[in-house]
């Protein structure tokens, strides 16, 4: 049994790397062949709150590399409040790990920092998979920090974890997929990371209100091959964002997943994989 496949993301150890003036916390494992991937997670999320399912897919075929922003989780520094300070560090994080060519898989507020990382420096992104995500200046986008709040308070009022209210909607099958899907958060039981703090989500939701309040920016000039996943009830992030996405990058294709809200990816995670690792494939 090769490496990539003995070792799950459950067991992958937690390290850091000093980037950016600052010291990031991260995981990496999977095959050592081709372009490392590199994941860029959600609003409020740490290294803990990968899918295992969708990671351990992804890194049966590439190289994964998971990273905390500067601040969450058990990366050192202030958090920033800004894409594009975000977006920076990212860079910053994947040089020092020594890599001039990259993958990146940008999930939600992940995918906003992936299009920036792109803009900044198109000779570092090779291949950008977009899930959940928008543009700057994107339809609604404005919007998705009261979605996100309003979740929140109503999760706690009814004694839920927020996750199944701001990635899931309220149907049968969806209901079913968030079960299981926390079920698979919880398979990490030894050096979990640092929990999401209040500030962290505050400066976040700063952050993405700032990017759906931007003027669209142009996409055209990214030269990146583009997956777009979305799902088609999503709540957090319209899914006209989609729409626009696919419509603005040169080289861009869409998947939309029936009945799938903002944890499309969770909900639909072996199909996803299916898809996420035909679109990597050189």
Do not use: C
């Amino acid at each position: 049994m090769t490496e990539h496949t003995a070792l799950r993301y459950r067991d992958v150890a937690t390290r850091t790397i000093g980037a950016s003036g600052t010291t990031f916390a991260y995981r990496e494992y999977g095959s050592q062949a081709g372009v490392p991937l590199v994941l860029l997670t959600h609003l409020g999320g740490n290294l803990d709150n990968w899918d295992p399912a969708v990671v351990d897919g992804l890194a049966d075929e590439r190289h994964v590399i998971a990273v905390d922003y500067r601040g969450v989780g058990a990366s050192a520094g202030t958090i920033r409040d800004t894409i594009e300070q975000i977006a920076a560090d990212t860079r910053a994080v994947i040089r020092a790990l020594g890599y001039d060519r990259v993958d990146v898989f940008g999930l939600s507020m992940g995918g906003m920092v992936a299009q920036a990382v792109a803009a900044q420096a198109p000779e570092l992104v090779d291949r950008l998979i977009l899930a959940a995500t928008g543009p700057a200046g994107g339809p609604g986008l404005t919007g998705m920090t009261r979605v996100a709040v309003r979740a929140v308070l109503r999760a706690v009022l009814t004694f839920n974890d927020p996750k199944t209210l701001l990635f899931f909607t309220r149907s049968k099958v969806e209901k079913s997929a968030a079960h299981q899907y926390i079920a698979r958060l919880k398979d990490r039981v030894v050096g979990r990371d640092d929990a999401i703090t209040p500030a962290v989500y505050r400066a976040q939701l700063s952050a993405v209100r700032a990017w759906g309040a931007q003027a669209p920016a142009g996409l055209s000039a990214l030269a990146s091959r583009v997956l777009i996943v979305h799902g088609d009830n999503d709540r957090m992030v319209p899914p006209a964002n989609a729409t626009v996405l696919v419509r603005s990058l040169p080289d861009a294709t869409l998947t939309v997943f029936p009945d799938s809200g903002h944890g499309v990816v969770f909900q639909n995670h072996r199909a996803f994989v299916d898809r996420a690792r035909e679109f990597l494939r050189r």
